[in-house]
T-cell receptor
Framework: KAGVTQTPRYLIKTRGQQVTLSCSPISGHRSVSWYQQTPGQGLQFLFEYFSETQRNKGNFPGRFSGRQFSNSRSEMNVSTLELGDSALYLC????????????FGEGSRLTVL | DQQVKQNSPSLSVQEGRISILNCDYTNSMFDYFLWYKKYPAEGPTFLISISSIKDKNEDGRFTVFLNKSAKHLSLHIVPSQPGDSAVYFCAATDVDTDKLIFGTGTRLQVFP
């Protein structure tokens, strides 16, 4: 069974640009969550989607957005990039609605110059 | 406002000894607690969990203890092995919002 797949794995952008990250969950999983990992901050919750609906949202500005498609694949978008957006963005999936045990992808490392 | 806190950013333990990783939380609405392990260049992987109705859960070398009155949980690894060297995150599920909140992580190094 294939795991959670995130693309791209690495990317470099400049301030003011926008970026789209993609996540393919484990087959059959309907819930997808996104986290931002930065040194010293741990994993900060961005949002969670279940059956194409955003179920939960973290405390991030509106520049961070996401969506989920009918095949459960998800994308997140960050507009008007800032230096502080440099981080590892992790996607995780689970079968049902969020109960805690998540399966993570390897992440997309974003560097903003 | 960090609701889940791991106050030790790093821990170094000799192989064969016990590793104890600690986690404190502030939200009394947390009802399910988990530990994840993360190796470099990999995503976190689930390790062990405990429900708020229990105070201990054991899985092989890993045991999680929950002290609800102190809002504290800990992960014990006995005996520690070099392959356990990783960053460990504790996490908690808020029964109100159903959000999974992670701590800042503790880097464990097990040396021979």
């Amino acid at each position: 069974k294939a795991g959670v797949t995130q693309t791209p794995r690495y990317l470099i952008k400049t301030r003011g640009q926008q970026v789209t990250l993609s996540c393919s969950p484990i087959s059959g999983h309907r819930s997808v969550s996104w986290y931002q990992q930065t040194p010293g901050q741990g994993l900060q919750f961005l949002f969670e989607y279940f059956s194409e609906t955003q179920r939960n949202k973290g405390n991030f500005p509106g520049r961070f957005s996401g969506r989920q498609f009918s095949n459960s694949r998800s994308e997140m978008n960050v507009s008007t990039l800032e230096l502080g957006d440099s981080a590892l963005y992790l996607c995780a999936s689970s079968f049902g609605q969020h109960t805690g045990e998540l399966f993570f992808g390897e992440g997309s490392r974003l560097t903003v110059l | 406002d960090q609701q889940v806190k791991q106050n030790s950013p790093s821990l170094s333990v000799q192989e064969g000894r016990i590793s104890i990783l600690n986690c404190d939380y502030t939200n009394s609405m947390f009802d399910y607690f988990l530990w994840y392990k993360k190796y470099p260049a990999e995503g976190p992987t689930f390790l062990i969990s405990i429900s708020s109705i229990k105070d201990k859960n054991e899985d092989g070398r890993f045991t999680v203890f929950l002290n609800k009155s102190a809002k504290h949980l800990s992960l014990h690894i006995v005996p520690s092995q070099p392959g356990d060297s990783a960053v460990y995150f504790c996490a908690a599920t808020d029964v109100d919002t159903d959000k999974l909140i992670f701590g800042t992580g503790t880097r464990l190094q097990v040396f021979p």
